[in-house]
């Protein structure tokens, strides 16, 4: 049963470009719609809070115009009939159609006036188009108290105003006044189209910038992985080439450029190395085939001193194979877990029997031993005895017969330097970069008598 495909890291896929133009328009996006949320919010309580103070002071100015009305009746007919006036309704009726109901009533307002008990008075007009005016709780009417917000009516909010109708110290009836927010609805909805265009526009922006500029951006990168591609394929020559670039993409080709350029130069060594390790190689092998042949066709002719040279020569050639075979493991074992043992040695003393063997196998050069007191380091003996041998060995390679060979040892400010010197033809100095290089060899044409550096 196969699994099932993880649909979470599809994005993944994507082209980096793609996913960075998305994250931009979605952050465009984002930023937008928060910053226009709270817009909107504060945009819809600055229309409703204008409505409301709006009709709170249109409402307060009508009521005051209406007292000097009550007052006149009241002094034209008496205090006790005045009394019964008030609680007849009929003043409620009569001073709202003459002042409210005919300031206020409209299409887009409504009012209403209720007496003491709660019951409607008189209300204005309301035109066949219009949905029904929001009525007052019963509590809103008995509170004595003002009230006003925001309620539903159909499909359209009010503004519903419903305050205490006051005559000198007492309360005569109760107002309840209707605003329509038709007209503050109608910008909150224009907003929010505006809005959702410019969100709709911002993403539109965000991925056709963003787009361009990841593009722009990461083409370098679409360089480097052609590059890498061509490498891939064997043509180590190629390189990134932006030393212009000092942003990362730049460091990013330079390091690349450094890593193929150094590749380059191991590959080159590595075949260069088995170049040498097969010359090297084939030459014993080469003398052992010729010998062993001479010996299968009876070449000593049953001479057992030409026998003997041949076997010693067979033995020595074998002896040449075995220590470049032992070598060349050596260095791979080296190369792999490199492994030391730390001693006490006396560098002095190690380097005079380095020299002595040396003059064992070169009799006609002169080898000058190193002078003075011991000098004790902390290291692994057989290793440094193989670094005075190689720098010994190649002192004396490149010495002519009756040269001289120095070696000395000295110890200074916590070190101890180990010095060979010889009056030989010396390195060019071209080759002096690379002598501490692998494998390299300063006069290639000597392919028999390599230098180990």
């Known amino acids: 049963m196969s699994p099932m495909p993880d649909r979470n890291h599809h994005h993944r896929d994507w082209p980096i470009r793609w996913q960075l133009s998305a994250f931009y328009a979605g952050l465009l996006v984002m930023i937008l719609g928060v910053l226009g949320l709270a817009l909107y919010l504060q945009l819809q309580q600055f229309l409703i809070t204008d409505a409301e103070d709006r009709l709170s002071r249109q409402v307060k100015l009508a009521l005051r115009r209406t007292l000097p009305d009550l007052e006149g009746v009241r002094q034209k007919i008496g205090g006790a009939a005045f009394a019964k006036y008030l609680d007849s309704g009929d003043a409620l009726r009569k001073i709202g159609a003459t002042t409210l109901v005919s300031e206020f009533n409209a299409r ?48 359209r909010r009010v503004v519903l105003l419903v305050i205490p109708f006051p005559f000198g110290n007492q309360v005569i009836g109760t107002l309840a006044m209707s605003a329509s927010l038709e007209g503050p609805d109608a910008i909150l909805a224009a907003f929010r189209l505006y809005l959702a265009l410019g969100m709709a526009l911002a993403a539109l922006v965000g991925i056709t910038a963003g787009a361009w500029l990841t593009r722009r951006t990461l083409r370098p990168l679409d ?67 010729g010998m062993t042949e001479m010996l299968l066709l009876s070449a000593d002719q049953g001479d057992p001193a030409a026998r003997q040279r041949l076997l010693r020569q067979i033995r020595a050639e074998l002896a040449r194979l075995t220590r470049l075979v032992a070598e060349l493991l050596e260095l791979s074992r080296l190369d792999t877990a490199p492994q030391t043992q730390c001693v006490d040695v006396d560098l002095t003393a190690l380097a005079c029997d380095m020299v002595v063997a040396a003059r064992v196998a070169h009799p006609d050069r002169v080898l000058h031993e190193p002078e003075g007191t011991a000098v004790i380091v902390s290291g692994d003996a057989d290793r440094l ?43 060019a100095p071209e080759a002096l970069p690379h002598i501490f290089d692998r494998f390299y060899r300063a006069d290639k044409s000597r392919a028999r008598t390599p230098v180990n550096t």
């Open 108 to 155: 887009d307002s409504h009012v209403a006036i209720y007496n003491l008990a709660g019951e409607l008075v008189l209300e204005g007009n309301r035109a066949p188009d219009v949905p029904a005016w929001p009525v007052p709780s019963a509590d809103q009417l008995k509170s004595g108290t003002s009230s006003i917000g925001v309620v539903a009516s159909g499909q």
């Open 223 to 289: 360089q480097v992985a052609s590059t890498a591609a061509a490498i891939a394929a064997g043509d180590l020559s190629r390189r990134v080439g932006m030393a212009g670039r000092h942003n990362e993409i730049g460091k990013v080709a330079a390091a690349f450029d450094a890593m193929v350029a150094q590749l380059e130069a191991a590959l080159r060594t590595q075949r260069r190395f088995v170049a040498d390790a097969s010359h090297e190689l084939r030459t014993p092998l080469t003398a052992l085939n």
């Open 385 to 427: 005895r193989q670094v005075m041998l190689n720098l010994i060995d190649n002192a004396l390679k490149y010495t002519q017969p009756g040269g001289h060979v120095c070696v000395s040892v000295t110890a200074q400010a916590g070190w101890a330097e180990l010095s060979v010197s010889d009056n030989g033809e010396g390195i």
